[in-house]
């Protein structure tokens, strides 16, 4: 049979077409997620049961809002030595788990250990933007040392009171799961990372001494100056506004007062730290510790934000308020200045501490300071990144 000029042209169309076709399906779809959340939640000893009551009730924010332009990855510690990390997947109306590791004793208290968590969480679900949630027990800046020096002392930590209402170091009990503040920052600069923000589902780590270690790895950071219900943050109502494109800071800490102001226990502080404003109050802080300074007497009333003894975290806003004394010129710099370090806060009428039980909040600024602490626990105070910069 004889093939025509047309039936030829016709042929390589056809081949051409089919050619397209194969390759598009060799192409992968183009990503649209705008954000990954990265609930963060390594061992942590006795908040394990907790953790999963978090994941169920973001899911259940999830299924009420959706998943747009965002992902969700879990990073959960199921023993001492065993995590996974999973997605949390919207479909159809309801969410599913889907597995991407599983991690046999993962190094997440070293550098370079979370540093290669992060990455994977990276490789996993880029994104333009990244917004990172951590919960397990806090202590504020303290670094892990101190919590190891803890055996030779009658020093007792929140987490170890018993036959009280428990509540939530960044880590575990013991040293051995602990994490620095410090080592957080450096593992998030490693893998190229700077999120919108952080949120500690930590008790103290609303700490102007661990903000300003975090500063130039996240946005904001949202956490809470006192201990917290080991319930943790609501994040069935949170949850809607953490997903959002644009972060929603006065609902998210309108949806912790609420949950907490009717809560069987009543007592819960958060607030929103803007770290872009952290270099700028630290040059006003140093200008006031170089005109100011308190004697003992002063330190006795300032607001507490703990139950130790003697105290570790102050109000930080108290505590300058009396540094300043008389001074209303500079403390009014520093009251506008706080307005925008801090621009969203709440508190209940008091918070709750293991030791001493509920205590009336009458001065709050959202966020504490160790500076006039006498505690031992605050021994490496003076090599905090904090004071160098005021000092």
Known sequence: MRITHATRILIVIISIFSLVGCQ??????????????????PWSTNLTEYFYNNISDMEKA???????NERVIVFLSTSA??????????ENGHCRRDMLKEYTT???????GLTAILNDMKSYAPAANYAMIIG???????PVEQSRGR????????????????????????AEYQTDVTTLSQSLSNSGLKMDYILFDDCYMSSLEAAYDLRHVTDYLIACPTEIMVYGMPYSTMGEYLLAEKPDYAAICNAFYQFYSSYQYPYGTIAVTDCSQLDELADLMKLIHSSYSLDNSQITYIQRMDGYSPVIFYDFGDYVRTLCGNDSELYGYFIALMEKVIPYKAHTERFYTASRGPITVEQYSGITTSEPSSNSRTIDYPQTSWYLATH
């Open 62 to 68: 999830i299924s009420r809002r959706g998943l747009h």
């Open 106 to 112: 993962p190094a997440f208290t070293t550098e370079t």
């Open 136 to 142: 397990c027990h806090g202590m504020g800046w303290l």
């Open 151 to 174: 055996a030779i002392t009658d020093f007792v930590y929140h987490w170890e009171y018993t036959d009280v209402p428990q509540t939530r170091f960044f880590g575990g009990l013991t």
């Open 24 to 41: 598009k399906e060799d192409i992968p779809p183009v990503s649209s997620n705008e954000r990954t959340i990265f609930m963060y939640l």
């Open 81 to 90: 030595s065993e995590a996974e990390m999973f997605e949390i997947v919207y």
